[in-house]
Nanobody, 115 residues
Framework: QVQLVESGGGLVQPGGSLRLSCAASGTSISITDTYWYRQALGKEREWVASITSDGTTNYGDSVKGRFTMSRDNAKNTVYLQMNSLKPEDTAVYSC?????????WGRGTQVTVSS
């Protein structure tokens, strides 16, 4: 069974950093285009960043310059490096990825930025 599993969330102080991972399991099919989204309590889901199979990245205005997306094709894993975190970055972060022309979602990982 193909699954996307996010990890790396947690509690961090403002100004701190976290690295989220989105790993595919149960398949030998490579992750291609991948997207990170976040949803804060009581708010709509927001697109955060994306990366294509050739490594081209795009970022939402609220995270540009602070977040960096990357991929390790050998591990079939995509990363979201989050620096200079702010309290308004607090949310559940989820990845969506395309594998073999199918779209998969992970269950999400909680990121809390608080002092």
């Amino acid at each position: 069974q193909v699954q996307l599993v996010e990890s790396g969330g947690g509690l961090v102080q403002p100004g701190g950093s976290l690295r989220l991972s989105c790993a595919a399991s149960g398949t030998s099919i490579s992750i291609t285009d991948t997207y990170w989204y976040r949803q804060a309590l009581g708010k709509e889901r927001e697109w955060v960043a994306s990366i294509t199979s050739d490594g081209t990245t795009n970022y939402g205005d609220s995270v540009k310059g602070r977040f960096t997306m990357s991929r390790d094709n050998a591990k079939n894993t995509v990363y979201l490096q989050m620096n200079s975190l702010k309290p308004e970055d607090t949310a559940v972060y989820s990845c969506r990825a395309i594998l073999g022309f199918q779209v998969y979602w992970g269950r999400g990982t909680q990121v809390t930025v608080s002092s």
